[in-house]
């Protein structure tokens, strides 16, 4: 939580705002592993983090997946809105606002919050235990909305 004081003296204690991004391609997800350093370490994820001062949501996000998978990226859809205070994994009661895209180019390395990537086919995920947050219901979420555009 971010705890402030507003202009008139008025305490609060508000939530940080996130984004994270589906990757697809190919009937394939990219997953990042989460450094061991991190909540949720040498997990399965999602890329994505906070949301800078004085930068929108879609630049945030496209920041992030450069930052994480080293990929350019063309955002495609906002697919959800995740707002719920009981998140599992998540004790700071962040608003993820969740991208799928479509990755372009890698230009760069990964940053040191990644230690390896992996495309994963969408029909052979990580299980439950291995991935971070509520990633994987998020994917779910994904695969349930398109089940009819996906490659059998």
């Known amino acids: 939580m971010i705890e402030c004081t507003f202009e008139r003296g008025t305490a609060a204690n508000l939530r940080h705002v996130v984004v994270d991004a589906l990757l697809i391609q190919d009937n394939q997800v990219l997953l990042t592993r989460r450094a061991e350093r991190l909540r949720e370490g040498g997990k399965w994820a999602i890329p994505g983090g906070f949301m800078d001062r004085d930068e929108t949501t879609l630049e945030a996000v496209m920041r992030e997946v450069l930052e994480e998978t080293g990929y350019t990226c063309e955002i495609e859809q906002l697919l959800t809105v995740l707002d719920k205070p009981d998140r599992r ?30 495309w994963f086919p969408l029909d052979a995920l990580p299980a439950a235990a291995e991935m971070a947050f509520d990633h994987l219901e998020i994917i779910w979420e994904w695969i349930k909305e398109n089940d009819e555009g996906l490659d059998k």
């Open 89 to 118: 994994g998540d004790d700071r009661q962040n608003v993820s606002f969740v991208f799928v895209a479509k990755p372009i180019a890698k230009v760069q390395e990964h940053d040191d919050e990644v230690t390896e990537l992996k």
